[in-house]
């Protein structure tokens, strides 16, 4: 670019202190973009001309996306791309649109909500930047993979219940499989005793009744201390149950992280577990209002898991339960996939869900094996 004029001239000179000291010349280039956005165009269409990635590479995801918005509007793709007669500043917008892909290359936590914050605030370039967060993905996930030690493929292939842990949604996983032995010692399957009697309070003058809610989840939250950290069921990480967490009014009834060992710099990942029982009046919409929407969003957490205890069964009158209408048809597989389709729908944005309903029940029901409790209608939780 010749320089014809003192406007041009300070564009060239700014140009060459980025280009040669992008530490210093990058502040005096953003500042440039705020308060002088046609000096700062010029200085673009100087630096486009230079080799970039040596002070490109000295940029933040966050720079790069400040950088990304000035030229989307300063340099607005002309219609004549589309019909291949190129425009005036067609070098510029070539660089332009190499922004998006540097910042996937840097493949971290930071470059991926730079990415899905861009997709919001240019829906124009939504669909490319969706695709370039996806490859930031992959370059952070390629990056943190560690091949599991000897170690642990051998406490693998000693313990089949053992697994090994390198995201939230494999440490979730772990935590069904717990609760599902959780469940099974509860009715004495696999030759054992039931212990399911152990959530219930006995009384001869008011029947059998649950237990409350936080008593479930202190028992749940005992059974993964046990079954998760002391048994040794994840084979790479170290697990820790750490007490919920209260403020704002919000209890979050478990949160379950595990920590790499082997010295690796993986981070902590985590799954908070929402504990209700049966007869919670917000049964049917909690997972969505409080498990996702408030405990993971609200904590930058990713995973969920929305426990349901389940002890509709003859020991438990009617007029005892609660005050809410019964259908026949609210069973407790009817509530089991009811929750499974409701976590999947709303195993979105990053999210995901799962949902346990827990067999809590005692009696004839459930000794028959079949999930079912024959003649009795269920709880509705419908709201």
């Known amino acids: 670019m010749p320089v014809a004029d003192p406007l041009a001239l300070r564009a060239a000179i700014l140009a060459g202190l980025v280009c040669s000291n992008p530490t210093r010349g990058w502040p005096e280039l953003r500042q440039t973009m705020e308060r002088e956005p046609q000096l700062a165009r010029m200085t673009l269409l100087w630096l486009v001309d230079r080799e970039p990635q040596a002070w490109v590479s000295e940029l933040s995801p966050t720079e790069l996306a400040g950088l990304y918005c000035f030229m989307c509007e300063h340099f607005p793709r002309d219609e004549r791309c589309l019909e291949n007669e190129e425009p005036p500043d067609w070098d510029v917008i070539r660089f332009r649109d190499r922004v998006p892909q540097w910042i996937a290359e840097i493949g971290t936590e930071e470059a991926i909500q730079v990415l899905d914050d861009l997709g919001q605030r240019l829906p124009a370039q939504a669909e490319v930047l969706a695709y370039y967060r996806r490859k930031a993905q992959r370059t952070l996930q390629a990056r943190r993979y560690q091949p599991p030690q000897p170690a642990d493929l051998l406490r693998l292939e000693q313990d089949a219940r053992t697994g090994l842990v390198r995201s939230d949604a494999e440490l979730m996983e772990l935590i069904i499989e717990s609760l599902q032995r959780l469940e099974d010692m509860l009715q004495g399957r696999n030759g054992g005793t039931p212990v399911a009697r152990t959530l219930w309070n006995e009384s001869d003058e008011n029947g059998w009744r649950p237990k409350d809610e936080n008593f479930l989840s202190d ?26 967490r209260s403020g704002d009014g919000q209890r979050t009834d478990i949160v379950v992280q595990a920590v790499r060992t082997h010295g690796s710099e993986e981070p902590v990942v985590t799954v908070v577990v929402e504990v209700k029982g049966c007869w919670n009046p917000e049964l049917g919409k909690a997972m969505k209002t409080q498990l996702r929407d408030r405990y993971l969003n609200d904590n930058g957490y990713r995973c969920g898991i929305y426990l349901v205890g389940w002890f509709i069964c003859d020991r438990w009158k009617p007029d005892k339960i609660a005050k809410r209408k019964f259908r026949a048809a609210d069973t407790i597989t009817a509530w089991r996939e009811r929750l499974a389709q409701e976590a999947q729908d709303l195993s979105v944005d990053g999210f995901r869900l799962r949902a346990f309903v827990l067999d809590a029940r005692v009696g004839r029901a459930t000794r028959q094996g079949n999930g079912e409790e024959s003649g009795r209608p269920y709880l509705s939780g419908r709201t």
């Open 219 to 244: 028992c749940v939250r005992q059974y993964l201390q046990l079954d998760l950290v002391e048994r040794g069921i994840v084979a790479n990480r170290e697990v820790e149950l750490r007490p919920p």
